[in-house]
Each structure stands twice: as structure tokens, then as C-alpha cells.
């Protein structure tokens, strides 16, 4: 995801002020709790990391009951209130809305962040922890910006998360819950990585709570 700018004294409002400030505002926002963050600018790589992953699913889903969505779709996790925008989310079937706020879905199969410096551990930890409570969700993965590596978490029926990643630019990754592939070479396709994070690692899995 992109950065989300953690303000000594951020902004606080209610729901319904928080949309507002969205349907009027530039700039994408954040909210949970009452506090509204802001969301910086991506990158580069981020940006193309994320047009070239978005088109791959685009046309392996031409023909299917499922939609691959922008990181302007925004998303309300129901469980916790945190509204966000991911940077990739894909819905099947008919998209289920938050109450009257037809813009905002609830119902995603697979979610999508793109990693960087400064939002890595949130995407792995608490805003994966928010993710996890939303129902429909299957796939959650996360694509480094700094080296070919794609790592993701497909929910099992025990409830448990899966881990398996995919290293490489030789390598693919699979996408279950809907049936895609994605080749990270087409994935990083004119990202330029740095020379110290080139290094390879075998594909792995495990599975994790």
C-alpha cells in the first residue's frame, strides 16, 4: 500500500464526517476509531508493479463472475470499522456495499499491498489482523517493490492462513480462489531493484493462524 502519514494529532471525526471529507478530498484517507490518516503518493515501482499485476488478472478474468479492482476502490472491513483502500482487491460475484455507501465494498475474495519501507509491518501485521476478519476474504499477498518476490496467505476451512511465496523472475505464483497466475516477470516488468536485495530464495510454504 502506499504510505499512510501517522500525524502526531491526527485528524478525528465521525463516519459519516470521514465520507464526507473523502467524496471532497484529493487525497485518499485512511479511517479507523474515529481518526483519519492520510495516504501519501506511490512510487514508481509501486505504480508499476501495480498497473502490471492489475492487467494480468484483468485478462485472466475476462469471462468470469469476478472484477479486479484499483487501489481507488475503497474497502470497509465491517468487523473492526477500518475503512482503506488496498492496492489491488478482486470481488466475485455481485459487490456488496457498506449499508447506503454504494463506493465502498465489503465483500472482497483477494486483497493486494504492494510493500514499502514505510508500510511493510503495518501490512503484515495489524492491517493484515483487520483483513482476516473480513468473511469473504480467501487470498491476502503481498508484492515486495525492492526484489521479484510475491508472498500470500489463502485462507484454509480450519480458519488458519497458508503461507506460500514465490522468488525469482522465473518464478509463478498461483492465485486459488480465482483461479489466476501470476508471472513475476510480467509482474516486474520495467522495475529496476536494487543490486544488494537481488538475491534468490527457494519458493516455500507453511501454514500460520
Not at 2 to 23: D, G, I, K
Not at 46 to 74: A, F, W
Request: proline share 4%; charged share 25%; with cysteine.
Amino acid at each position: 500500500m502506499v504510505a499512510v502519514t501517522q500525524e502526531e494529532h491526527p485528524l478525528r471525526m465521525t463516519e459519516a464526517e470521514y465520507l464526507n471529507l473523502e467524496s471532497q478530498s484529493e487525497i485518499r484517507h485512511e479511517y479507523l476509531n474515529g481518526e483519519v490518516f492520510a495516504m501519501a503518493g506511490a512510487s514508481w515501482e509501486h505504480n508499476r508493479i501495480s498497473m502490471s499485476t492489475s492487467s494480468s488478472l484483468y485478462v485472466q478474468l475476462q469471462g468470469k463472475s469476478c472484477l479486479v479492482n484499483p487501489s481507488d476502490q475503497r474497502i470497509k472491513v465491517t468487523a473492526t470499522g477500518l475503512f482503506t483502500y488496498p492496492d489491488i482487491s478482486v470481488v466475485c460475484g455481485d459487490p456488496k456495499f457498506a449499508g447506503n455507501i454504494f463506493d465502498t465494498i465489503v465483500n472482497p475474495i483477494v486483497i493486494i499491498e504492494i510493500l514499502s519501507k514505510s508500510t511493510e509491518a503495518y501490512d503484515r501485521g495489524e492491517k493484515f489482523q483487520h483483513y482476516r476478519e473480513i468473511e469473504t476474504l480467501q487470498d491476502y499477498i503481498l508484492i515486495s517493490q525492492t526484489k521479484p518476490h510475491i508472498e500470500g496467505y489463502t485462507k484454509q476451512k480450519n480458519s488458519k492462513w497458508l503461507f506460500s511465496d514465490a522468488v525469482g523472475l522465473d518464478a509463478i505464483f498461483d492465485i486459488a480462489s480465482i483461479d489466476c497466475k501470476l508471472a513475476l516477470a510480467d509482474v516486474y516488468v520495467h522495475v529496476t531493484f536494487p543490486k544488494k536485495d537481488s538475491k534468490q530464495e527457494p519458493d516455500s510454504e507453511h501454514e500460520t493462524s
